[in-house]
């Protein structure tokens, strides 16, 4: 199958990484590739279309758009999905579900246009073979996608069946984990690959890693392990599917995976709560990574660099109700004389992302300024990148971030703030005049 047009949708913030991704993927198609709202559009064939699902760290998933046609009424979406010719993708008797997303749509209800495309696709089955497929909203073989615009409808048919976010190895989790499509695009901004400009191996830590995610998703991207590796697609259930096309592209994949630079671990991660360090731990022997990362309990405020040479911190900090995940560092003084024998019961220390509660913005204050200023005494010469959605915290950190790029946590706006650090304390002493808050040399 040639010149099918294909959209991969991503979270906002992420298009730029996604086209270059894409057009690495996929060389031959990287002309057609364009960069949309929400999403990279591109030609491509089959063979693309099995290679993005396999490889693509940041698209949510592969669709193949099968019309894009006027749209003023819902009689017009009836006709536009009954038009599309859904035998040649799955049968009668697969179940399949319709996915339907609007942006300044003038119709009134979703539900209703969503049915509409639904008893289009049944009828035309009918017609076909006599026979209508039947509808499962929890575990469809095949997945339908439509987006509604003012006065247009998109027709898509999903190939990757499960969000791509789901790469088959995360079975242990604590709360709230961070996607692996968002860890993704946080090692892409960063430009982290593993290797320096000098080709040497370049370390990559997570202080607060939870379960594992950024430390598991940069060991697999120095590998070049294909992310897709462990998981099943939904296009191994649509008819264009040939098994033995992508066992060769499986194939290929593993053969193109490469040593660990240096032979020595490379990515290093911890968190306070062993428990969750056990977590990450075995996510990462399920992702084929884990001779490649170091792993360590301790505080984020205490913990030394996990290497001589200096490199890339990545990092996705707890924050608000989360700040107790920092550890007993970053917990207020009454929180820490609870702890101490024969003290009232309170929550327990070191209990990970899934403890303590503490909503105080000047908790949070104090733990990111604690933690920039054990930066400073301890980690000259590495580069920080810290995802938060308060764009107020280098002003807290007494830091000056020298990039910053806007990504979103599902529905929560974020900045990746990148932080070149330099040694020194907290604050420095200014001459006649006491201390002030030291900031960092712009760079």
Known sequence: MHNLTLFLP?????????LAEVQAIC????????????????????????????HSRLAQRVLVRLALQPCPHEDALYQ?????????????????????????CPFQSLNFAALRIKDAVCDRMRERFGQRPS???????VRLHAHLGPDQVWLYIDTSGEPLFKRGWRSDTGDAPLKETLAAAMIAASGWTGLDA?????????????????????????????????????????????????????????????????????????????RMVDFARRNAERAGVAHAIEWRGGDALERLPPCPTPGVMLLNPPYGERIAAAGVAGQPAQERARAQPGSPPGPAQGAGRESARHADGQENADFFAQLASHWKKH????????????????????LKPSRRVPLWNGPIECRLFRFDLVAGSARTPRAGAGTRPESQPPQ
């Open 379 to 398: 980690y000259a010469g590495w580069t920080a990148w810290l995802l938060t959605p308060d764009p107020q915290l280098p002003g807290q950190m007494r």
């Open 198 to 274: 000098q080709g040497q191996p370049q370390p990559l830590y997570d202080p607060c890693c939870g379960s594992g995610t950024v430390a598991i998703e940069a060991a697999q991207r120095a590998l070049q392990i294909a992310p897709g590796k462990l998981r099943r697609f939904g296009f191994e259930r649509l008819l264009p599917h040939r098994p033995e096309r992508w066992q060769a592209l499986r194939l290929q994949a593993e053969a193109a995976e490469r040593p660990l630079p240096g032979g020595q671990p490379l990515v290093f991660g911890s968190d306070v709560s062993f």
């Open 135 to 141: 509808v499962d909203t929890v575990q469809p073989q």
């Open 80 to 104: 536009a999905a009954h038009q599309v010719l859904w035998e040649l993708w799955f049968t009668p008797a697969q179940t399949f579900k319709v996915e339907l997303t609007a942006h300044q």
């Open 27 to 54: 060389p031959a198609a990287a002309a057609s590739a364009q960069r949309q709202r929400g999403g990279v559009e591109l030609t491509g064939t089959w063979d693309d279309v099995l290679r993005l699902n396999l």
């Open 10 to 18: 991503c979270p906002a913030g992420v298009e730029d990484f996604l």
